[in-house]
């Protein structure tokens, strides 16, 4: 049994698939972000609870790549939640009736532990990007950088029904629901 | 020289890198993206300029994570842009005055070639998701759903600055100019 398979270890209802044998394609770290968080329970739940101003510091080898960066007001981050299990299809938030289907939850444990968070940038120094908006431990790997499109990103009137019948919208049971996409663990722990 | 060089081999002004000699981290396809376009050129240059219905076919070993996802009305839906070079750090789209970085645009050429769109759930079949708002090739690897969370993913006062120099917002150029994530190829082609 792996570590992280000890760490978060299924609990009642929670149901782990069998991984295919093999990868069928293969990520770069570009980089590393840096986040005042060095272990996971001190990580905020989420985003929105922390205005800790993070930096992603890019790899040389791509630093070329943020050329016509500055004047963005908002970047979707990727990043690589490499603590979180893998086998896991169904999880137990600690909030919810019954277990969910990972699809329809935000936790680090999923097949493929993509983290999508979307950050202000706040500023460049050549390959380092000062951001807000982050929620992972320091040294998390760091996949991609894109612009954000308020035209094709932004869906303000998006609803999650599961939140609704769990929670008031807006109270902290709510927000908890939303579980951490970044906090490298998994489900409202 | 592989297929992906030649058909996107840099123009003036491109900028290549070499890429590390191994993979950091691998990937599992948990499905296939299903949509009208068998041919890069007939797929929409983003996906606001198209309605069609397209589906997300999850593999039977992943179908449990689905569960719990009805009720939800917008995904993060990341997908695997195969066809596209990785090695590309700066490219020059079609109505851009100079070459840009590779983390300022939404250009499926890239060095982790992994796709994030923003759509409608409109219906579930078991394994399968009928969703709008997508603009890739039939059979696209599928990688990840996410629910949306308006709270933490939308920013409707998102502003990206090179997008005001090419163009009026709302024009054309503007629209192409923002790129399509979803083509299977590159900046504007």
Redesign the interface.
Known sequence: MSAAETEFGPRPGE?T????AA????????GRVRTPWTARADCPR???QSDAVCTLE?DP??A???????????L?V?Y?M?RAP?NL??QQPRHAP?????????SPA???P?A???VDLLGIDGASLRVR?LDCLDGT?L????????????????????R?TDAVPGTDAA?EA?LS?GAGGRAAP
């Open positions: 149901e698939v069998d991984l295919p990868y069928d394609a293969g990520l770069y770290f570009v989420n985003s929105a890019v080898r791509f070329p790549a943020l050329r016509e960066l500055s004047g963005t007001t908002h979707i990727l690589w490499d893998r299809v169904a019954a277990p969910r289907g990972t699809f329809a939850l935000r999923r097949p493929n993509i999508v968070s979307v908006g790997p996949l991609d950088i894109k612009p954000y499109f308020a035209s094709t990103d932004a869906r303000p009137q998006a609803r999650v029904g599961w609704e927000r939303e996409a």
